[in-house]
């Protein structure tokens, strides 16, 4: 249960004073539902404004502090505004300007002959001067506006910068001060000033120290909860699973195991046969072979009589997942199912009889594995395919399925720097699968201008005439999934118009049952030329399909635009990757497409990506430079993530855990930033 202290900061948005039903629905857009969302909803950027004894002294467009005296009403006819024309002490005229019938208030905050500060942006009209609803009228006497530094918030229509300033203000009354979690001499050294004091100072100007603190709090609550969902993941009773190679010795694999595959087996291996429950992310490039590490590991759980369980984000996935895998585990006599949502009556009712009396050694499936109605004779591992597509709270529901807590082994295909791998992973041990099997061939990658299309187009007939397969993806354009279908759902038209019924289409919108035919028809060969949007970023293996077109490949992030790529340069044959780019190129898109002609290596990928535009999409979520984080920026997560990862790990080894006078804080922070999972997990054992 959240600490009663905490409950002013988690009140809603509805008990500050002006925040009404109108006013909610543009604050949630904001994600400003709560207290603490204002007092975290960091400033932009501040102007800071000049003052000026007279407007001689100030250029037009400058943001300014001046005093000024009215000596005229101007009320302008219809529409037009109200001016308030005032004089500064040199006897310059500026007109002060209303616009939405301000006369009244206007009046009562400039009276005739009475002298104010006023701060706005000073602009011109014709010949004269003017300032557009000023931003502060002040009484002369007041020496406030002199050092106006002003913060610039992040809005949402019909959200002012005045109206969120002042909610802002209210939320800081709601912040009392509390216990501090930092690590004493950490806190010296960075000098930064206390919680309270830097949610302050980070709303009233560039204060540095006080926004790092700010974001350093968040990183050390997140490292926390990932180390107390390690410990207590240690702490729990798992078995240990020795396999006797009995079965991995029937394999035939399709090429022998890279260093990288062998090393990984090994640690996968050692950490199976301790009794504590194994968490492993095992990072892959595009083609790094992760799928034939996990059928070992797989294996030597059912060589050691448990059984393992595959889990994978999509539908498509699973039943690709589950074709590969029956066809290497023929020769060992391992029995293998599928388990979907879509499975239903006597297929999934025998499905769940073999998983329950153990007949079934091996099972792949979606999120059905998690249902309540599936039980286990005895699972002993569980391997997460596309990792980030999962949360902390789905790994954690596995602990459930077993009649001991399995081991947990998870896979993803999108290279993640190292630093912000802690970010996302810091209860588990990495293994990563840094070499190619021997025979994968480079793709040949190209960045060809729009205005080519007739003669892509051209270049796709032959490609097809030639008996070969080829994909064309087609952009998500801005975040509406509408346009991204409409697009698809063209370009297809286009295709198919000129090839008839050899293209098919793939979205995320279509029919479970739809997309599954058009990619059985791809993946049989019945259709060469597959049309989709990004759903087939992840795992799908048509080893014939040689040509990848990517439309606008401006609008896609480095690591997409690599797993785009990564579904061709499969099979034997030499493979192209045609970058189709739009007419205006940012810097950025500029650099990012020259580094897929330079280079195929994903983690060199990953990182170049890092520093063109933040880390959103490597941890698989939007594309922007979105982080796990809402408060810790790119920079300073890479900056500050290591400390508070060796700190986090300090508290738990050295300082008492969160039973010690410093735990009892940090408790108080895992709940701030709602890691409060973390706690819930210490008490459950």
Request: charged share 25%; net charge neutral; aromatic share 4%.
């Amino acid at each position: 249960m959240r600490p009663e202290r905490l409950n002013p900061l988690f009140a809603a948005a509805a008990t500050l004073k002006g925040v009404g039903p109108g006013l909610a629905r543009p604050l949630e857009r904001l994600g400003l539902t709560r207290v603490r969302d204002f007092a975290y909803h960091l400033p932009d950027r501040f102007v800071t404004r000049r003052v000026i004894e007279t407007l001689d002294d100030a250029n037009v467009g400058e943001n300014i502090v001046v005093a000024l005296t009215p000596r005229e009403y101007r009320a302008s006819a219809g529409r037009g505004p109200f001016r308030v024309l005032a004089a500064d002490a040199a006897g310059n005229i500026c007109a002060i300007s209303f616009f939405g019938g301000g006369g009244g208030w206007a009046k009562k905050q400039l009276p005739l002959g009475t002298r104010k500060w006023i701060a706005g942006r000073l602009d011109q009209f014709g010949q004269m001067l003017q300032i557009v609803h000023p931003d502060h009228v002040a009484d002369e006497g007041e020496a406030s506006l002199g050092t106006l530094c002003e913060p610039v918030y992040g809005l949402s229509e019909g959200v002012t910068q005045g109206r969120l300033a002042a909610l802002v203000e209210q939320a800081l009354e709601h912040a009392e001060d509390l216990p501090e979690w930092i690590e004493p001499e950490l806190l010296m050294k960075m000098h930064w000033p206390s919680w309270r004091d830097s949610l302050v100072l980070a709303h009233r100007g560039e204060h540095g120290a006080a926004r790092d603190r700010l974001a350093y709090d968040e990183l050390l609550a997140n490292s926390l909860a990932l180390l107390l969902v390690r410990d207590a993941n240690r702490a729990r009773r798992g078995q240990s699973l020795q396999g006797d190679g009995r079965l991995r010795g029937k394999l035939a694999l399709p090429f022998p195991l890279t260093g990288a595959q062998r090393r990984s087996i090994a640690e996968i291996e050692g950490d199976l046969a301790q009794a504590a429950p194994m968490l492993r992310l095992l990072q892959g490039d595009v083609g790094s072979g992760k799928t034939v590490v996990a059928l070992e590991s797989m294996l030597i759980a059912v060589e050691a009589g448990a059984q393992a369980a595959l889990l994978a984000p999509t539908e498509i996935l699973a039943r690709q997942h589950f074709e590969t895998l029956r066809a290497m585990l023929a020769p060992t006599g391992a029995s293998i199912a599928i388990l979907t949502g879509r499975d239903k009556g006597r297929a999934r009712e025998s499905i769940l009889m073999g998983l329950l009396d153990g007949s079934i050694d091996i099972v792949v499936g979606t999120h059905a594995l998690f249902q309540d109605a599936v039980a286990y004779r005895n699972l002993g591992l569980v391997v997460i395919d596309e990792q980030h597509r999962f949360g902390v709270g789905q790994r954690l529901l596995l602990s459930q399925k077993g009649r001991q807590t399995p081991h947990c082994l998870a896979m993803t295909a999108t290279p993640i720097p190292r630093t912000l791998t802690l970010a996302q992973y810091g209860e588990m041990d990495v293994s990563r699968l840094d070499e190619m099997p021997p025979g994968r061939q480079a793709i040949d990658t190209r960045v060809v201008a729009a205005e080519r299309l007739p003669d892509v187009v051209e270049a796709l007939a032959r490609h097809l005439a030639a008996g070969r397969q080829a994909y064309w993806v087609c952009p998500m354009v801005r975040e509406n999934e509408n346009e991204d279908l409409a697009a698809a759902e063209a370009r297809h038209a286009a295709l198919h118009a000129r090839f008839g019924d050899t293209a098919v289409l793939v979205h995320g919108q279509m029919r479970p049952e739809a997309k599954d035919a058009a990619m059985d028809r791809f993946a049989r060969g019945d259709a060469q030329l597959l049309v989709a949007t990004t759903v087939i970023e992840v795992g799908v293996d048509v080893p014939a399909a040689t040509l990848m077109v990517i439309e606008q490949a401006e609008r896609f992030g480095l690591a997409q635009l690599h797993q785009l790529r990564g579904r061709v340069g499969r099979g034997s044959q030499a493979s192209s990757c045609l970058l189709l780019r739009g007419d205006t190129l940012s810097d950025t898109g500029r650099a990012r497409l020259a580094l897929m002609r330079e280079t195929q290596d994903g983690f060199r990928l990953a990182e170049e990506d890092l520093n063109l535009r933040g880390g959103g999409e490597l941890l698989g979520t939007r594309q922007s430079g979105d982080t796990p984080f809402r408060v810790a920026e790119l920079e300073q997560t890479q900056r500050l993530l290591p400390i508070a990862h060796d700190d986090a790990r300090l508290l738990l080894e050295r300082d008492g855990g969160l039973s010690g006078p410093r735990g009892e804080a940090a408790r108080l922070l895992l709940y701030l930033f709602e890691r409060d999972w973390g706690v819930q997990l210490l008490r459950g054992g």
